[in-house]
C-alpha cells in the first residue's frame, strides 16, 4: 500500500552488509531515519554491535546486530532464519560489504601493481564483494521473493563506469614501474555489482522485487592533502562527499519513492563522470 509519505521505511526490515563500515552506519543511519529497522551485518562482531548501539541510541530504539561471515552460505542462511523467526518478513538488503585496500595502507608497490597482484587478496577481494553480494541476494532475496516485495540495493561506485585515474595515486620519488595505483579487484568488483543488479531486476521483476545500484564518488576520510587535491581537480564540484550525503539516495532506492525503478545505476559524484 502507498502511504501519503513515499520516502518511509515504517516497520521494513532491512539488512546492511558491511553494517559496522564507514558508509555502513550511513546507509543504517538513513534507514533508521525514516521508520524502518537496519539490520546490521558485519564480519567484526564488536564493531557491528557498537554501531547498531549507537544508531539505536540516537532513534530509541533496538538496532539488530550480527556478526558473520558473508561469503559462507550457511551463516547468511542461519541470519536469514533468525529474522524471519523475530520479524517475519525482510523488506530489503543493502549490499554493502567490501574489501577496500587503500594504497597509502602500505603492503607495497608489489601489492597493488596489476602484474604482481597477489592472487590470495584477488579471491579475497572477489568473495567478499561480489561472491558475498550474490550470496546474500540468493538467500535474502529469495525470502523476499515468497512474499513478493522487497528491494536490494548494491552499493557500486563512480569506479563501475570509470576506469581508475591512476595519476591519482603517483609518487614522485618513484620509477614508473613501481607506483602505486588503484587495485584491479576494486573495479573488477563494483562493476560486477551492476551487472548483478540488472540480473536480479529482471530475474524477480515478476516476483515483486526491485534491485538498483548507487554509485557513490569519493567521500572524504582524512586522506592526505595530495590526493585530495588531485581527486578534488577532476570533480566539477572541487570537493569529496562527505559520508552523509548518500542518505537521501538510499532513503529513495529503498523506498516507494522509486516504486518504478529497478535496474538502474545512480551516479552521485559530484559530476566526475560527466567530465
Known amino acids: 500500500m502507498q502511504t501519503s509519505n513515499p520516502f518511509d521505511l515504517s516497520d521494513r526490515v532491512i539488512i546492511v552488509t558491511g553494517g559496522a563500515g564507514l558508509l555502513g552506519r550511513q546507509h543504517a543511519e538513513a534507514i533508521a531515519s525514516a521508520g524502518g529497522l537496519p539490520v546490521l551485518l558485519d564480519v567484526n562482531r564488536d564493531r557491528a554491535e557498537a554501531a547498531a548501539a549507537e544508531i539505536g541510541k540516537r532513534h530509541g530504539r533496538q538496532i539488530p546486530a550480527f556478526a558473520c561471515d558473508i561469503t559462507a552460505p550457511s551463516e547468511i542462511e542461519a541470519v536469514c532464519a533468525s529474522l524471519q523467526r523475530r520479524y ?32 590470495d587478496v584477488w579471491l579475497n577481494d572477489i568473495a567478499v564483494g561480489l561472491t558475498g553480494a550474490f550470496i546474500c541476494s540468493r538467500v535474502f532475496g529469495a525470502a523476499m521473493a515468497a512474499r513478493r516485495s522487497g528491494v536490494i540495493l548494491n552499493i557500486a561506485s563512480d569506479l563501475s563506469v570509470i576506469a581508475p585515474d591512476q595519476r591519482l595515486y603517483q609518487q614522485a620519488s618513484r620509477p614508473k614501474e613501481q607506483q602505486p595505483v588503484k587495485p584491479v579487484t576494486y573495479s573488477v568488483v563494483k562493476a560486477g555489482l551492476v551487472g548483478l543488479t540488472r540480473y536480479l531486476a529482471t530475474y524477480w ?55 518504478y525503478m529497478t535496474g538502474q545505476n545512480i551516479i552521485i559524484d559530484g559530476g566526475r563522470t560527466v567530465w
Open 88 to 119: 517475519g518478513r525482510i523488506d530489503g538488503l543493502v549490499n554493502n560489504a567490501a574489501n577496500n585496500p587503500k594504497v597509502e595502507d602500505g603492503g607495497g608497490i608489489e601489492f597493488s601493481r596489476l602484474e604482481n597482484f597477489p592472487m
Open 205 to 259: 521483476a515478476d516476483q515483486g522485487i526491485r534491485c538498483n545500484a548507487l554509485s557513490p564518488g569519493g567521500i572524504f576520510n582524512g586522506q592526505p592533502d595530495e590526493f585530495v587535491q588531485r581527486l578534488t581537480g577532476l570533480i566539477p564540484m572541487g570537493r569529496m562527499a562527505s559520508s552523509d550525503e548518500y542518505n537521501g539516495a538510499v532513503t529513495f532506492l529503498l523506498s516507494d519513492a522509486s516504486r
